[in-house]
């Protein structure tokens, strides 16, 4: 038999403390919520009731649900108030000293047999356990932000955590309908230890201007559907408590250059600017602790989609290569009205992927997302060519040929005889350097990248890159066009991965490493992930439908551009490459899907 929790307490009503409080009310425990002064426990006390009255706002709490959820938390000062309740869980600010403390006290208050949990990210649950009298009772439940919401739990047990008290905690979890995985000691645990890295990367973006707070966001959203970007993320968790989680998995977890915080983080913090509970950080909100944005003086202007900053017109397009990403791509150009010129390498080849359009507006045809005029009209815009002087007359080329340096240099230097003047030359590449591919013309200002995502017609995103020659006008021209065909175009420098494969690529590598290591299991990672952190897939099932060869190759590109030690390939990933198994498409990768 579990043992029965009726009344528990929560130290510490900040960003994690007031949500843990609710999750416990709402499932029928009574709570002790205790902070360490009066006005402290007063803004606790309103995170709460705003909380749960944006939920009956929302119609997901009834109203008599809501009082009686109020009616069973106790509000209190000091931890003295903890003496009879069954479990406590420490939510105060990420420094071991302030725990340790705080863990000593609550060990003279409580009960001998209260089991005292820390909701830590990033400190050793083992080193705040040893400063009680009682470490077989001292566990981590660390819950995911915001706590009502996530339905993840990481439950830590330490070397000296007793058995039975894993299995109660595990238990009340699932009484909250939670879904926990229980793993060991280690900084950051799964959820931490995959995310901090790719946070403090985006930061590092947006501090050396690599591209801004919104499209690192808006690259991260459209491009991997997370739930938020990076940054807003950021500001959600509080700068304060993201930079000892990443102070402190620096110095516990090996030293990580990765996981340095970002010299930008500190100023933040110094500066009071913790993100949402202090009304600003990375974005402004309406006021401290709303989740409201408000536009300042870093608000892009809205431009009304069209000429902008010296952007040119274009109506017609030219697009060069027969695989997957042209055939798309034409498809979006001449659904959204353009003049498309496609040249292929053959008239039979030009044949199969008109066949290919066709197939793919005829699906919108029958989902009734397209009318049957609508098909028409964009394939009558589209005229089918083998010889690039038909290219001799468009404002725009995007080229979408083979992912081969050699191949786009000799096609640009074709390009830059054929085409007229001011024609902006847009490569697709997703792995090579923009800037060499510009090189190959006599003007490089008019040449951009314009990275689109698999599939085309579906994915929302496309990155602009820019390299040190593109002129302010190219990009301000690919930006519209991103606009006009209904994508955001995000802008970024022109370095290896752009944004989004830069921040998810080694991401991946490190779930892999952490698997290698015998952390966790694929399956616990992924839950970690989707329930811990809201992303649409786990790791190791976004491996598996990427591809494991295309991930390592981008993985490599990474490293061998940036050098960074961290981005080094997991030699799992190699090993299961070299062994043919790389992922759905050869029915095996991390999983065997074989009998799917
Ligand atoms: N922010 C997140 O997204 C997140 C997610 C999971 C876990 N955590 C962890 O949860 C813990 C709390 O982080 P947070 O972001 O909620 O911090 P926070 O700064 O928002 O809140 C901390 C609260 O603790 C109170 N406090 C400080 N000293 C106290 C004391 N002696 N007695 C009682 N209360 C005291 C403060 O007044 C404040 O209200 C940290 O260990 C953090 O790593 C944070």
Known sequence: MAREFSTVGVVGLGTMGAGIVEVFARNGIDVVAVEISAPALERGRATLKGSTDRAVAKGKLAEADRDALHERVHFAVGLDALHSVDLVIEAVPEHLDLKQRIFAELDRVCRPETILATNTSSLSVTEISVATSRPNQVIGIHFFNPAPVMKLVEVVRTVVTAPEVVADVEALCARLGKVDVTINDRAGFIANALLFGYLNHAVGMFESHYATREDIDAAMKLGCGLPMGPLALMDLIGLD????????MYRRGGRDRRHAPVPLLKQMVTAG????????GFYTYERPGSPVVVP???TPLATDGGLADGARAIAKVGVVGSGTMATGIIEVFAKAGYEVVSVTRGMEKSAKVCEAVKTSLNKGVVRGKLAEADRDAALGRISWSATLDHLADVDLVVEAVVEELSVKKALFASLD?????????????????????????????????????????????????????????????????CAAL???????????????????????????????????TADDIDHAMKLGCGYPMGPFELLDVVGLDVSLAIQRELYLELREPGFAPAPLLEHLVTAGYLGRKTRRGFRDHSHR
Not at 273 to 280: D, N
Not at 460 to 478: M, Y
């Open 417 to 481: 005889e054929i085409c007229k003047p001011g024609v902006v030359l847009a490569t697709t590449t997703s792995s090579l350097p923009v800037i060499d591919v510009a090189m190959a013309t006599q003007r490089p200002a008019d040449v951009v990248g314009l990275h689109f995502f698999n599939p085309a017609p579906i994915m929302p995103l496309v990155e602009v890159v820019r390299t040190i020659r593109t002129s302010p006008e190219a990009t301000a021209t690919a930006r519209a066009v």
């Open 486 to 520: 209904g994508k955001t175009g995000v802008v970024c420098g022109d370095r290896s991965g752009f944004i989004v494969n830069a921040l998810l690529f080694p991401y991946l590598n490190d779930a892999v490493k952490m698997l290698e290591a015998s952390y966790s």
């Open 296 to 298: 300042d003086e870093s």
């Open 241 to 248: 408590t993201a930079y000892e989680i990443l102070d402190t």
């Open 273 to 280: 600017l913790l993100g949402r509970k202090s009304g600003r």
